[in-house]
DNA sequence: CGGATTTAGTTTCATTTGTAACCAATGGCA
DNA sequence: TGCCATTGGTTACAAATGAAACTAAATCCG
C-alpha cells in the first residue's frame, strides 16, 4: 500500500482537536466548577471536599462505616481514613467502634457536625444552581440523565 | 426527574443528596474517564496526562511556546514546565529559543513526537468513540452543546 | 540610554494524593 | 477449637501538585 503524505492529509479518524475532546472537556468542566466550590469551602469552613463529602453523606446516613461511606462518596478508603481522623480531631465527626463488628467504626456527626452540615448544605444546593442556571429545566433534566448514561458507560472502560 | 417527596422535615433547598448533586457526578465521571484513559497511555507510552496534552496540542499547533501551551491545555505554567522537560529528556519535544524573545521557547514535537502523535490521537478518538456509545448522535450533539454552556458558565463562578 | 516593571519559565518547598505494606479483628472450616 | 484467608482501617513512603520565590530577558518610560 501507498504510504500517505508525512504531515498532512489526515484522516478524520486521526484527527484529535483537544478543545473538542470529550475527556478533556469533562476535566476543565469539572475542575472549574470543583475549585470554586472548593475554595469557598476551605475559606469558609475550613474544610477540604473529601471531608465535605463525609459530612454531605453522613448527614443523611448516620452510623455509616468508613467503608460504607467510601463506597457512597466513591473515595478511597485512605482518603477516608485521613479525613475522618481530621473531622474527628476537629470533634466533627465522632467515631465509636461498631456494635457487630470490633474492626469497624459507626461514624456519626456531633451536634457541631451537624450545624455544619446544616449550613453548608444550603450553600452547595446554591452554587448548584447557579451553575445550572445556565440551562432551561428542561435542559437540566437532559443533561442529569445523560451524565447518568455516561456514569453507566464509564464504569466500564 | 423525579419529585422529591418531603418525608424528613428538611425543606427542599436544604435537602442536599451527594450521589445527585453534580458537581459531584462531575467529578465523578471526569475521574472514571481520566483513569482509563491515563493508565491505558501510562502503560502504553509512558505518558502522562500532561505530557499527552502537550502532545496533543503540538501535534496540531507546532511552534507554540510554553505560555501558549499553558492557555491552550488550561493548565498552569509550573505543570507545563515539568511535563516539557520530562518530554524534551525523553526526546519528543524540542524546545528553541524563540526567534522575537529570548525567553520563550519555541515547541515542536521531534520526530519521535510526531510518530507518538500519530499513535495516541487515533487511541483517543476511539475512546471517546467507545464512552460516546451510550448515546445516539443527537443526544451526543445536545451534551456537547450543554457542556459548552456550562463551561462558560462555570468559567465565572 | 538606564532604572523600574513586567513577563517567560524554573526551582524550591510544603501539601496532597496514591500505592503498597501493615496491624488487628473476623469468618470460615477442618 | 485452632489455623488461615479475608476484611476494616491505618501507616509509611513515593510521586504528583500548588503556591511562592526566583532568574533572566524584555518592555516601559523618564
Known amino acids: 500500500m501507498r504510504a500517505e503524505a508525512k504531515t498532512t492529509g489526515k484522516s478524520p479518524a ?8 470529550l475527556p478533556y472537556r469533562l476535566s476543565i468542566l469539572s475542575n472549574r466548577v ?5 475554595t469557598r469551602y476551605a475559606k469558609t469552613f475550613n474544610l477540604t471536599i473529601p471531608e465535605w463529602r463525609i459530612i454531605a453523606v453522613l448527614g443523611r446516613r448516620p452510623g455509616l462505616t468508613a467503608k ?9 478508603k485512605v482518603a477516608v ?10 470533634k466533627r465527626v ?7 463488628d470490633g474492626r469497624a467504626q459507626s461514624l456519626t456527626l456531633t451536634a457541631q457536625g451537624e450545624a455544619l ?32 448514561r455516561l456514569l453507566a458507560a464509564a464504569r466500564q472502560l
Chains 1, 2 share one sequence.
Request: charged share 30%.
Open 14 to 21: 486521526d484527527l484529535l482537536v483537544l478543545e473538542r475532546f
Open 34 to 38: 470543583s475549585r470554586a466550590i472548593a
Open 68 to 76: 460504607e461511606v467510601a463506597e457512597a462518596t466513591e473515595m478511597d
Open 81 to 90: 481514613s485521613r479525613a475522618v481522623a481530621k473531622l474527628v480531631s476537629a
Open 94 to 100: 465522632s467515631a465509636d467502634v461498631h456494635d457487630a
Open 117 to 148: 452540615h446544616a449550613r453548608i448544605a444550603p450553600i452547595a444546593i446554591e452554587s448548584e444552581r447557579r451553575l445550572l442556571a445556565a440551562l432551561s429545566m428542561t435542559e437540566r433534566a437532559q443533561f442529569d440523565a445523560l451524565i447518568d
